[in-house]
């Protein structure tokens, strides 16, 4: 099982949009609709941003949104905001046996 | 509000088993929607699911780790828990417990509800 592809960091300024790839295979993020994304500031525990590929739980800003692609899913934040800056997780389901896997992280600074 | 608390040993020397608990409050813990996970982070490293458990006792493991972890489930006390054996010091972490749902009625392989997380160090 390996860990899913994100690239280590994305930057924007106040205002702009961002968007964080999340690349896995058609065992994982391919094979289903079920790519959940995470923030996490530091010391906190993670946050559910997006589940599904592209739904947002109950109080999650409009300013997040999911898709995917293939084997690759995305996240854009827009309209950036200084308390967005974090780190970012994707996860996908991948098996009845094997539930998730997570992506290595982006961390998103806000200019 | 449900709520998720860690607790266990904070320094676990090599070669020992690691054991934490996560006691479920301000809910049940047999509810049939939801599995119950660990997930660990390494210090400044990502995130790494190990495993989750249903309230009937069904588990799910990270393939990478299946062979040293046992995760089961105390439905009288609405806990679950987690051990890991053998432990060196790549399993110094942090280590959360969370809610993990299991359907469409929910989050659907979201995890949604988190604890604070505790951290573990393995050191002699």
């Known amino acids: 099982q390996s860990a899913l592809t994100q690239p280590a960091s994305v930057s924007g300024s106040p205002g702009q949009s961002i968007t964080i790839s999340c690349t896995g295979t058609?065992?994982?993020?391919?094979?289903?609709?079920?790519v959940s994304w995470y923030q996490q500031h530091p010391g906190k525990a993670p946050k559910l941003m997006i589940y599904?590929?592209?739904n947002r739980p109950s109080g999650v800003s409009n300013r997040f949104s999911g898709s995917k692609s293939g084997n690759t899913a995305s996240l854009t934040i827009s309209g950036l905001q200084a308390e967005d800056e974090a780190d970012y997780y994707c996860s996908s389901y991948t098996s009845s046996s094997t539930l998730a896997v997570f992506g290595g992280g982006t961390k998103l600074t806000v200019l | 509000q449900l709520q998720l608390q860690e607790s266990g040993p904070g320094l676990v020397k090599p070669s020992e088993t690691l054991s934490l608990t996560c006691t479920v409050s301000g809910g049940s813990i047999s509810s049939s929607s939801y599995y119950w996970g660990w997930i660990r982070q390494p210090p400044g490293k990502g995130l790494e699911w190990i495993g989750s458990?249903?309230?009937?006792?069904?588990?799910y493991y990270n393939p990478s780790l299946k062979s040293r972890v046992t995760i089961s489930v105390d439905t009288s006390k609405n806990q679950f828990s987690l051990k890991l054996s053998s432990v060196t010091a790549a399993d110094t972490a942090v280590y959360y417990c969370?809610?993990?749902?299991?359907?469409?009625?929910?989050?659907?392989?979201?995890?949604?509800?988190w604890g604070q997380g505790t951290t573990v160090t393995v050191s002699s």
């Open positions: 599904e590929v592209s």
């Open positions: 969370a809610r993990h749902c299991s359907s469409t009625s929910c989050y659907t392989y979201g995890m949604d509800v």
């Open positions: 058609s065992s994982d993020v391919g094979g289903y609709n079920y």
């Open positions: 458990i249903y309230y009937s006792g069904s588990t």
